[in-house]
């Protein structure tokens, strides 16, 4: 299994580009997240799934979106990007209810600058 | 949200010294768990600690809940370079299936 997945690793996007961020994983896990680390600042979660074609927001989703229409992938879109939005960015899965007990299984992340 | 402070912020130590970082809350958490993250990669989950009072350890980590379940540590005996990065706390709020608060971190470096 290679487990959670992201693509690309790096990415320089300039004030108002687009991209979407890949997530995919293989190990069968319902919920699905995003999250943003900033230096200092932990883990913020900025979008969930529990299942395919549920999602939901998390502590920090303005400026992003998601659409999940398989269990296995997850994609994280920015529409307008802006400085605010340079970070690492996390997905990882879990099965459900598990998150507490088995935690959450994260990819390598997506370092992402905008300039 | 139920915060989750941890202290250190930054630990810089040699290698074969012995180190303590903790992990507190104001609030009552079911279950805790540290999570270690390498630079460039994502965290990775080290233990689970469910009980008030549980010890759990692992090779040179020793984990403890405590007894109120509002805060953990981590004791790491005789440091080595590969124990160096960030070590994260986290716990899931209550009446959440799905959701972790994560703490800020304690960034680890052990020199030679």
């Known amino acids: 299994n290679a487990g959670v997945t992201q693509t690309p690793k790096f990415r320089i996007l300039k004030i108002g580009q687009s991209m979407t961020l890949q997530c995919t994983q293989d190990m069968n896990h319902n919920y699905m997240y995003w999250y943003r680390q900033d230096p200092g600042m932990g883990l913020k979660l900025i979008y969930y799934s529990v299942g395919a074609g549920i999602t939901d927001k998390g502590e920090v989703p303005n400026g992003y979106n998601v659409s999940r229409s398989t269990t296995e992938d997850f994609p994280l879109r920015l529409e307008l990007a802006a400085p605010s939005q340079t970070s690492v960015y996390f997905c990882?899965?879990?099965?459900?209810?598990?998150?507490?007990?088995?935690?959450?299984?994260f990819g390598p992340g997506t370092r992402l600058t905008v300039l | 949200t139920q915060l989750l402070e941890q202290s250190p912020q930054f630990l810089s130590i040699q290698e074969g010294e012995n180190l303590t970082v903790y992990c507190n809350s104001s609030?009552?958490?079911?279950?805790l768990q540290w999570y270690r993250q390498e630079p460039g990669e994502g965290p990775v989950l080290l233990v689970t600690?469910?009980?008030?009072?549980e010890v759990k350890k692992l090779k040179r980590l020793t984990f403890q809940f405590g007894d109120a379940r509002k805060d953990s540590s981590l004791h790491i005996t005789a440091a080595q370079p590969g124990d160096t990065g960030l070590y994260l706390c986290?716990?899931?709020?209550?009446?959440?299936?799905?959701?972790?608060?994560f703490g800020k971190g304690t960034s680890l470096l052990v020199t030679p």
């Open positions: 990882a899965s879990t099965l459900r209810g598990t998150s507490g007990k088995l935690g959450q299984f």
């Open positions: 609030s009552v958490f079911s279950s």
């Open positions: 986290a716990g899931p709020p209550p009446n959440s299936g799905y959701a972790l608060n």
């Open positions: 600690v469910v009980t008030g009072g």
